[in-house]
């Protein structure tokens, strides 16, 4: 909503011929990859889940209807074998087929990857980081799981990854021996670097995330510095005296009666809504696409909305007036977040008693275990201990200089085809700079 100015002189004018360029908090974040690669409508969101979905299965059952038929041919020689009653075992004639594999739907993937996004918090809270390195793990998940199944990368392993990964963008130094003892029995050094680089071409590379914690703050700030009087803002809003008496009689519900509050109700009022708001963004706008759909400014908005209606809607008359040309499409725009926001079943949650919320979560809990159960029976085979892969690919990179010829270019082609798979899934290579 604000906005910095910057007078930038080039080195041969002089202080007549100024350039003056105004950047906005807007036009930065337009300029930032979150923006460019990572924004989407529902529309396209649900377009790509369900691309993803489909290729996945598809690979998943030609995985395994391959994998069953090498093992029926395997096994085809004891096909004629007196078992020991009198007769021969055939051969399966469904050992090549798939009709009994039941996949994943995309609403299920969906399901798994947002209660791995919880397990992601559980984790970070467990090795003690802020909540900055969990935010942006969990929006690496979501990125990550865009364009890649469950069924071909588990989860539980991604996740790791994503954290380890989130550490170091978040400029946290940690080292990576002891950040596996901290991640759980049977977990390796090895085991967190292997998917490394198969995260970060997921992710186009794009390590940045923009949260809306640090803007919440400020608005809190400011929120504290008009209730003493001392509004220093934009717009045409009549003295910092004026704007301190239409704050404190402010309603404390929508449609409310005006109230007369003191300089020390309306700082408990405004921590209350930034404690509030502060909780939502750190639980249903990680848990939702809430990131994909909506800038860190409208976020933090929106849940400052559902924190406190009339309260927001004075900050926000002060900064954009009700005739602005943009101001009933940027309302639109929060409440729609905010809607968005408070259907997490966490942000429900906190509406109903206690009684009801341990019903509802031991319903999702017993869903989720189902849908665990499901994701076991119908993994891509040849994806399964990444550590092995990345083992095979680094041995591939080393020994592809001794291949024969035939082999070299069989090898070759499997390459382009591999990256022709990946430009469907993540687009072409950007750009070198110049």
């Given amino acids: 909503m604000s906005c910095e100015q910057h007078m930038h002189c080039s080195p041969s004018c002089d202080l007549a011929t100024v350039d003056i360029m105004i950047i906005t908090e807007d036009s930065l974040y337009r300029s930032s990859t979150q923006f460019k690669h990572w924004s989407f409508t529902q529309a396209q969101l649900d377009a790509q889940r369900r691309t993803t979905n489909l290729l996945a299965t598809e690979r998943v059952k030609a995985n395994v209807a391959r994998l069953r038929a090498q093992r029926a041919e395997h096994d085809g020689a004891?096909?004629?074998?007196?078992?020991?009653?009198?007769?021969?075992?055939?051969?399966?004639?469904?050992?090549?087929?798939?009709?009994?594999?039941?996949?994943?739907?995309?609403?299920?993937?969906?399901k798994i990857v947002d209660d791995f996004c919880e397990r992601a918090v559980k984790l970070g809270t467990h090795c003690g980081y802020n909540y900055n390195v969990m935010a942006t793990c969990i929006q690496y998940l979501r990125r990550f799981y865009l364009y890649n199944s469950p069924m071909t990368y588990h989860v539980q392993n991604i996740l790791r990854t994503s954290l380890f990964l989130a550490t170091k963008s978040e400029f946290l130094r940690e080292n990576v021996q002891n950040f596996a003892a901290n991640s759980g029995r049977n977990v390796t050094a090895e085991s967190i670097l292997a998917p490394e680089h198969l995260v970060m071409q997921g992710l186009r590379y794009?390590?940045?995330?923009?949260h809306p914690f640090r803007g919440l703050k400020g608005v809190h700030l400011e929120l504290v510095q008009i209730a003493h009087g001392k509004y220093d803002g934009p717009g045409d809003n009549g003295t910092s005296a004026d704007i301190q008496t239409r704050m404190q009689s402010l309603p404390s519900t929508p449609g409310g009666p005006a109230t007369k509050s003191t300089v020390a109700a309306l700082e408990a009022r405004i921590t209350a809504a930034y404690t509030h708001a502060s909780r939502t963004l750190k639980t249903a706008a990680l848990y939702t696409d809430a990131y994909f759909l909506y800038t860190p400014s409208q976020i933090m908005l929106a849940a400052h909305l559902l924190a406190d209606e009339p309260l927001t809607l004075f900050y926000f008359s002060l900064k954009l007036p009700a005739d602005s040309p943009i101001h009933d499409k940027l309302m639109h725009t929060l409440r729609a977040c905010a809607q968005l926001l408070s259907s997490h079943r966490l942000y429900v949650y906190t509406t109903l008693p206690k009684s009801e919320q341990e019903t509802r979560e031991a319903a999702h809990q017993a869903e989720i275990k189902a849908?665990?159960?499901?994701?076991?029976?119908?993994?891509?085979?040849d994806k399964v201990d990444l550590v092995k892969l990345n083992q095979a690919h680094k041995r591939d990179a080393v020994g592809e200089a001794g291949l024969d010829e035939h082999k070299a270019k069989k090898r070759k082609l499997a390459r382009e085809g591999y990256e022709k798979e990946s430009d469907a899934f993540w687009g072409p290579e950007l750009a070198k700079p110049n």
């Fill in 371 to 381: 849908l665990i159960a499901k994701l076991k029976m119908c993994r891509d085979p």
């Fill in 206 to 210: 794009n390590l940045d995330v923009r």
């Fill in 78 to 110: 004891t096909s004629g074998v007196d078992n020991g009653s009198g007769t021969s075992t055939p051969l399966d004639p469904g050992a090549e087929t798939t009709s009994d594999l039941v996949c994943l739907t995309a609403e299920d993937e969906l």
